[in-house]
C-alpha cells in the first residue's frame, strides 16, 4: 500500500520523537502513562488527510495530528498536550518498528536463498565465528559502523558529541544567518545576553534527535531540534529569560566552533538615536568659547550651557548633557575664583567633550562606538548567575554637587575583576541627612542578619545578582548570597592590582579616552609597617608614611572632615598603629596622591574611614 506524502513526512517525524525529545514537550509521568496502556493493549487506527492525520483510540478519543507537535487537536479536555497525543505518536513508532523487522527478515531470506542457488555446498567457506565470510567484517569495520560517543575538553566547554551522523542535521545552528534568528528579540533582550557571554559558563553538548546545551552554572537546558527557529527550541524557563537562554546558548555554541557574532549582536543591542542638530549646536558653542578664551568669556555664558544642556536631554544625549554640566560646574569656580577650580580638569572636561561631538558629526565609528558616546540616562543592571567575591573595604565619601555614600569594594575571584557596591543619597535637602555610621551599621538588603560593616569583610559568593557595566551590583530583588570562609589575604592572587611600593610611586594618569569611562585606579600593596604620622595644617590633609620590607616608603594621604575628626585624631595620635605590621594596603591612585582605603591582614579587615573611628584599629593591629 503506497503512503501519500503527508504521510511519509508524518512517519519520519515520528521517527525523531525520541523519550527525550516527547518528554520534554510533555513531562515524565505522562510519557509513562502512555506507554502503560500501549503495553496493555491500546491500540490506534489513522486516517490519513492530505496536511493531517486523525487519530482514533480503541478507548474512544479522537486526536488530529501535524508533523510537528507545534499543534494538535484531542476530544479530552486538557489544554497541553495529552497522553493521547503521545499514545498515537507511539503506536506508530511501534508499527514502524515492526514493519522494519519483517521487511529485514524477509530481505535475509531472500538473501540466502539466492547464495545458496548461485554456490555449490562444498564452496561456502565459514569464518571462525561460524558464519559464511562475507557476514565476519573485520573489526576496525565494524567500530566505525557504531554510533561514537566523544568528550573532549575546551577551555571552559566540555563537549558531549553523538552520534556522529546526527550533527548536519544541526548544521543551521552553524550556517544560519544570525541577523535573521534574532528579529525577534528587542536592543535591550540582545544587549543583555552579550553581557553574559562575558562571564565564563561551563556547558555540556549532547546530540541525538535533539541538540541539547546544557548551562551547568544556571542550571538552564535548552534543546534545539532540526528546524533553524530559536522559536522551536524547547527550553524550560518560560517568556523572556526563556528567549534569553535559547539566544545564550546558541550563541555560546557557536563560539565554541570559531563563531564569533559580536558584530552582528552591536547592530541590534547598541543602536543608539539622538539629534545630530543639537550635537552641532553644542559643537559650535565650545569652539566659540575655545576662541574667546576664559579670561573674556561673560558670566551670561552659564545660562548658554544649561539651555544646551536641556537640550541635551531632550536630543537623548545623556553623555553630553552630564558633560555640560560638569563644565557648567567647574566654570562657576572660575567666575568665583574658588581655590578648588583647575584649569587641566577645565581644559580636560572641554577636549573630551569638543571630541565627542566631532565624532559623532562625522560619524565613521561602528554602533557600539556610537553608543558608548551618546550614553544613557539609567545605568543598565543586568543578571549574573555566579560571583564569588573577596571583600577589601568600604570607603565613605561627599561630592560638592550634595551627595553622601559608602562604597564598598570586591575582588572578583572567577575574572580577576573590582566590584563594587555603593549606599547613595541625596542630601542638597535640608531635611535630608546621611549618617556614615548608621549606614555602616545598617542590615544588607541580601541577608537581614548581615550588617554592612560585617558584608564588607566577608568572603561571599553572590547567585542570580544584577551587575552593570561599571561592574556595580545592584540591591535588586531576587539575588542570593552565601557566606564563605574567608581566604588568607596572603593565598589570594590579586593579579595586576598587587603592586609594590616603587610601582605605586611612578603610576601615570590614565589618558582621555572617548570610549571607556574613566576608573578608580585601585591596588594592594605590601607593607610592613607605618613609620610615621604627619597632619598637613595647611592642605588639611594626615599623611601616613608606610615601609616595605627593602626600607622603601610610601605616603598615604587622607583628607580631613568633620565626620572624619575622631578617625584623623586617632591615626594623628598613632592610636594602635605602632603595633600594626605586615599587612596589605588598599589605595585609590590618584594624580597627585595615594588615598588610603582599608589595611587587610590576615583574614580581618579595618575600613580606615569608618572603623579607626570606634575603636577597631587596636583591634585589628593586635591580631
Not at 518 to 532: F, N, S
Not at 610 to 618: C, E, V
Amino acid at each position: 500500500m503506497s503512503m501519500n506524502k503527508f504521510q511519509e513526512k508524518f512517519r519520519h517525524f515520528s521517527k525523531l520523537c525520541t523519550e527525550d525529545y516527547l518528554i520534554r514537550y510533555a513531562n515524565k509521568g505522562l510519557y509513562k502513562r502512555a506507554l502503560k496502556e500501549l503495553d496493555q493493549g491500546i491500540h490506534v487506527n489513522y486516517t490519513w488527510g492530505e496536511a493531517s492525520v486523525k487519530c482514533e483510540l480503541s478507548e474512544g478519543t479522537e486526536c488530529t495530528l501535524y508533523a510537528s507537535l507545534d499543534q494538535w487537536q484531542c476530544s479530552c479536555p486538557s489544554e497541553h498536550i495529552c497522553k493521547h497525543v503521545l499514545i498515537a505518536i507511539l503506536y506508530d513508532q511501534r508499527q514502524q518498528a515492526a514493519e522494519g523487522e519483517e521487511s529485514a527478515a524477509a530481505s535475509a531470506i531472500s538473501h540466502v536463498t539466492s547464495e545458496e542457488s548461485s554456490l555449490k555446498p562444498a564452496e561456502t567457506q565459514l569464518s571462525s565465528s561460524g558464519l559464511p565470510n562475507e557476514y565476519a567484517k573485520p573489526a576496525d569495520s565494524v567500530a566505525q559502523e557504531l554510533p561514537v560517543i566523544m568528550e573532549q575538553d575546551h577551555s571552559d566547554y566540555k563537549l558531549q558529541l553523538e552520534p556522529a551522523d546526527t550533527p548536519s542535521r544541526f548544521r543551521w545552528m552553524l550556517e544560519t544567518d544570525l541577523a535573521t534568528m534574532i528579529k525577534s528579540y528587542t536592543a535591550s533582550m540582545i544587549e543583555e545576553v552579550v553581557f553574559r557571554l562575558r562571564y565564563p559558563e561551563e556547558i555540556r553538548i549532547k546530540e541525538d534527535t535533539l541538540l541539547t546545551v546544557q548551562l551547568k552554572t544556571q542550571d538552564i537546558e535548552v534543546s534545539f531540534t532540526d528546524e533553524p527557529n530559536l522559536t522551536k527550541a524547547l527550553c524550560k524557563v518560560k517568556q523572556t529569560p526563556g528567549k534569553m537562554a535559547k539566544l545564550e546558548a546558541l550563541l555560546r555554541y557557536r563560539m565554541i566552533h570559531g563563531i564569533h557574532d559580536m558584530e552582528v549582536l552591536s547592530v541590534r543591542a547598541y543602536e543608539a538615536k539622538f539629534s545630530l542638530q543639537t550635537v552641532q549646536e553644542c559643537r559650535e558653542v565650545l569652539a566659540g568659547m575655545l576662541k574667546t578664551g576664559l579670561a573674556r568669556l561673560p558670566q551670561s555664558y552659564l545660562a548658554q550651557l544649561e539651555t544646551l544642556a536641556i537640550a541635551a536631554h531632550s536630543g537623548n544625549l545623556p553623555d553630553i548633557e552630564r558633560s555640560l554640566r560638569g563644565i557648567q560646574g567647574e566654570l562657576q569656580l572660575f567666575f568665583k575664583r574658588h581655590v578648588r577650580f583647575s584649569m587641566q580638569t577645565m581644559l580636560e572636561r572641554i577636549s573630551k567633550l569638543y571630541l565627542a561631538l566631532e565624532v559623532l558629526m562625522q560619524g565613521d565609528i561602528s554602533v557600539k562606538q556610537q553608543s558608548q558616546l551618546v550614553g544613557s540616562f539609567r545605568s543598565k543592571y543586568f543578571t549574573v548567575p555566579s560571583l564569588h567575591l573577596y571583600g577589601l573595604g568600604a570607603d565613605s565619601w561627599e561630592t560638592r554637587s550634595g551627595f553622601r555614600g559608602i562604597t564598598y569594594y570586591f575582588y572578583g575571584l572567577d575574572d580577576g575583576e573590582m566590584y563594587t557596591y555603593s549606599d547613595v543619597r541625596a542630601v542638597y535637602y535640608e531635611d535630608q541627612q546621611f549618617s556614615f555610621a548608621e549606614h555602616y551599621a545598617a542590615f544588607t538588603p541580601w541577608l537581614p542578619s548581615l550588617t554592612f560593616s560585617q558584608f564588607t569583610g566577608e568572603e561571599v559568593l553572590f547567585q542570580s545578582v544584577k551587575v552593570n557595566e561599571e561592574r556595580r551590583i545592584s540591591s535588586g530583588d531576587g539575588a542570593k548570597l552565601t557566606l564563605l570562609p574567608r581566604t588568607h589575604v596572603t593565598e589570594v592572587n590579586f593579579g595586576s592590582y598587587l603592586m609594590d611600593i616603587p610601582s605605586a610611586l611612578q603610576h601615570q594618569p590614565d589618558s582621555i579616552s572617548l570610549f571607556t569611562e574613566p576608573k578608580e585606579r585601585l591596588a594592594l600593596i605590601e607593607v610592613t609597617r607605618i613609620v610615621e604620622h604627619t597632619f598637613n595644617k595647611q592642605t588639611q590633609d594626615l599623611i601616613l608614611t608606610v615601609e616595605n620590607t627593602d626600607g622603601q616608603c610610601l605616603p598615604l594621604t587622607l583628607p580631613y572632615s568633620s565626620d572624619w575628626q575622631s578617625m584623623i585624631h586617632r591615626l594623628e595620635s598613632g592610636f594602635g598603629s605602632q603595633k600594626l605590621e605586615h599587612f596589605y594596603a588598599f589605595v585609590r591612585l590618584e594624580t597627585k596622591r595615594i588615598s588610603p582605603i582599608s589595611f587587610l591582614k590576615g583574614q580581618t579587615l579595618l575600613s580606615l574611614k569608618l572603623d579607626s573611628s570606634n575603636g577597631r584599629m587596636g583591634r585589628f593591629a593586635r591580631r
